[in-house]
């Protein structure tokens, strides 16, 4: 499945980030264990909603210091290509 394969091409990307990813219909929700990779998630959202590829981010802060955001993907295409050029800078 088409979609299976963008999810595990999005967990490649994040595999430095030390975060888990998971995908429920157009939810999108990623928990990062370090907070800064949560601040660099963070910091760089608004850029993926200025493009169009995410929207509605809810952050929370949740047991053992886990930092997890649940958002929705609009373009998972997109999404990939903003998430490897904000690693890349």
């Known amino acids: 499945m088409e979609l299976n394969r ?3 091409k999005l967990i490649e990307i994040l595999k430095d980030k030390n ?3 998971e995908k429920h219909s157009s939810v999108m929700e990623i928990t ?3 907070e800064e990779d949560a601040h660099w998630f ?3 959202f608004d ?5 169009s590829a995410v929207s509605c981010l ?11 955001f ?3 993907v609009k373009d998972m295409d997109q999404f990939i290509n903003l998430l490897e ?3 890349d800078s």
């Not at 850029?47 to 493009?51: A, D, I, L, S």
């Not at 809810?58 to 997890?68: L, P, Q, V």
């Open 6 to 8: 963008k999810v595990e």
């Open 19 to 21: 975060c888990t990813v």
């Open 32 to 34: 990062f264990s370090q």
């Open 42 to 44: 963070e910091n760089i």
């Open 47 to 51: 850029n993926y909603q200025r493009e």
């Open 58 to 68: 809810m952050s929370m802060r949740g047991a053992n210091d886990r930092y997890k």
């Open 70 to 72: 649940v958002f929705n």
């Open 85 to 87: 050029k904000s690693k």
